[in-house]
């Protein structure tokens, strides 16, 4: 299996520009988890999804991070206007919910808004 | 709700001596433990799970981590560590009931000095 699969691997932006971050999970996976992380806070988790539907958002940080999940192998993670503060490495995880409690993560997505 | 408390922000070590690195957590209910970790420029990779059974988990690499219930500890030991075990290694709980996500504690600089 191929693993998690995240991209791009590296975003550099402007402040203000859309940034959209994308992961596939591994196929048969049903849960879908991205995080967020830097030196000051952490690993926090943003968003997860249990077969396609957002269960709790409550980690996304204000109004301007967005997440969907069209179907059971693709899930992005918009940032509209995207702000320096906003600079991290950003993860996706996947596991099969029910079955399976550990979570599978993929590379990471290091996003830096200048 | 859980919690996990990783008592060492850094810790060196030279080549070849022994390393334990502590975790805590907090939960009213019973829980599922894990240990990963993350390479530089790198996702997180599952090292050990405790989810039932002989309270001593091995994992990849050597490692291997005693859950121990009075105390709410589940630390991570390795007999002899190696210049290649340089990472940041995070403890992970969830309840054992749900299928809620991991909590990750803040994680734990290991340095090898060679």
């Known amino acids: 299996d191929a693993g998690v699969i995240q991209s791009p691997r590296h975003e550099v932006t402007e402040m203000g520009q859309e940034v959209t971050l994308r992961c596939k999970p591994i196929?048969?996976?049903?849960?879908l988890f991205w995080y967020r992380q830097t030196m000051m806070r952490g690993l926090e988790l943003l968003i997860y999804?249990?077969?396609?539907?957002?269960?709790?958002d409550s980690g996304m940080p204000e109004d301007r991070f967005s997440a969907k999940m069209p179907n059971a192998s693709f899930s992005t993670l918009k940032i509209q206007p995207s702000e320096p503060r906003d600079s991290a490495v950003y993860f996706c995880?996947?596991?099969?919910?029910?079955?399976?409690?550990?979570?599978?993560f993929g590379p990471g997505t290091r996003l830096t808004v200048t | 709700a859980q919690s996990v408390t990783q008592l060492d922000s850094q810790v060196p070590v030279f080549e070849e001596a022994p390393v334990e690195l502590r975790c805590n957590y907090s939960?009213?209910?019973?829980?599922?433990l894990f240990w990963y970790v993350q390479y530089p420029n790198q996702g997180l990779q599952l090292l050990l799970k405790?989810?039932?059974?002989?309270?001593l988990v091995k994992g990849i690499n050597g490692f291997e981590a005693e859950f121990n219930k009075s105390q709410t500890s589940f630390h991570l030991r390795k007999p002899s560590v190696h210049i290649s075990d340089t990472a940041e290694y995070f403890c992970?709980?969830?309840?054992?009931?749900?299928?809620?996500?991991?909590?990750f504690g803040k994680g734990t600089r290991l340095s090898v000095i060679a």
């Open positions: 995880a996947s596991r099969i919910q029910g079955i399976s409690h550990e979570q599978y």
């Open positions: 196929s048969g996976h049903n849960s």
């Open positions: 999804f249990n077969n396609n539907v957002p269960i709790d």
């Open positions: 939960s009213s209910v019973s829980v599922y």
């Open positions: 405790y989810l039932s059974g002989s309270t």
């Open positions: 992970a709980v969830t309840p054992g009931s749900g299928n809620t996500p991991l909590v």
